[in-house]
């Protein structure tokens, strides 16, 4: 990768596999594996703004790998759902998205302020748990959320804390198993167990994911793990670590969590991002064993 560039996916895809990839404004643009340039292991890749006609003012959000979208019957029993930076939830049928357009097409109206941060492919009975800046995080199943026309703007999902606080990660789990990574801005992070976030109805406000102190820092990231995930953290400052979530041991939602990395100064966590953990190789990355630091609820 380029300086202060880090992986964000890693999945695995035939040539005939078809690509739909999301950006801020709330446009879908379509393409199949095949047409993306092949590489060297070593090799940097393309910009995918160089592979798609997207505006210059637009960002790539989302990416979802699709199987099929020539089959009638996968098209009408799987659905895109999206989720915006204010809380609006929106759920379309995938066949929607099977007759492209080279210029893109509308995926959600998105509403002056907002953006889209989140898609996923799902089958319609996953559960949906949305995160927020200021700490809170709400479950309710995605039978609730009605399928809408692409241009369509949704639904509520969650109600905001405050008018500062917004949607920081959307995750759509279907094992019940599974548990609930949050991370804080300066460092910190917790995982739990789905059943701790019990199911509410759409459009709440939600329950305490983290306990947010001037310590932790805001909420910026809520991912869906399983133990033979690994974490990547990259800070502002540039520097990208990795680490086993199995090291993580399950914590109860209302704590501050363990310090996964020690910050310097002012710096940051800018992202995280879940990858298979043996989907990158060990000397392409900085890997971290740090040890857990217990904070006082």
């Not at 020539?70 to 029993?77: F, I, K, M, V």
């Not at 759920?91 to 929607?96: D, F, M, P, V, Y």
């Not at 995160?131 to 399928?147: D, H, M, Y």
Request: some cysteine; overall charge negative; proline content about 2%.
């Amino acid at each position: 990768t380029r300086d202060e560039d880090f992986v964000v996916h890693i999945f695995s895809a035939t040539n005939h596999n078809y690509l739909l990839i999301f950006t801020e404004q709330g446009k879908c643009y379509w393409m199949r594996v095949f047409e993306i340039p092949e590489g060297t292991k070593v090799g940097k890749g393309r910009a995918i703004q160089n592979l798609i006609n997207i505006a210059s003012n637009d960002k790539i959000k989302a990416i979802v790998n699709v199987k099929d979208l020539a089959d009638p019957e996968y098209l009408t029993n799987n659905y895109i759902v999206l989720c915006t930076r204010k809380g609006t939830i929106k759920k379309t049928s995938l066949e929607a998205y099977s007759r492209p357009r080279q210029n893109g097409i509308i995926a959600i109206n998105i509403n002056e302020g907002d953006e889209l941060i989140e898609a996923n492919l799902t089958n319609g009975k996953s559960e949906v748990i949305i995160g927020l800046q200021s700490g809170k995080a709400i479950r309710f199943n995605e039978a609730t959320v009605r399928p809408m026309m692409r241009n369509a703007s949704g639904v509520k999902a969650i109600t905001l804390a405050s008018a500062d606080d917004c949607v920081v990660g959307m995750v759509c789990v279907d094992d019940e198993n599974s548990s609930i990574l949050v991370v804080s801005e300066n460092g910190f992070g917790k995982r739990s167990p789905v059943s701790e976030y019990r199911v509410t109805n759409r459009g709440g406000k939600g329950v305490k994911s983290l306990n947010i102190t001037d310590k932790t820092g805001a909420m910026i990231a809520l991912v869906n793990v399983v133990d033979n995930d690994d974490l990547m953290i990259i800070n502002k400052s540039g520097m990208t670590i990795r680490m086993p979530v199995a090291s993580l041991r399950d914590m109860g939602r209302a704590t501050q969590g363990v310090r996964l990395i020690a910050l310097k100064n002012d710096d940051a966590i800018a992202a995280i991002t879940k990858v298979d953990s043996d989907g990158i190789e060990d000397a392409d990355i900085i890997e971290t064993n740090a040890p857990e630091t217990t904070v006082d609820e």
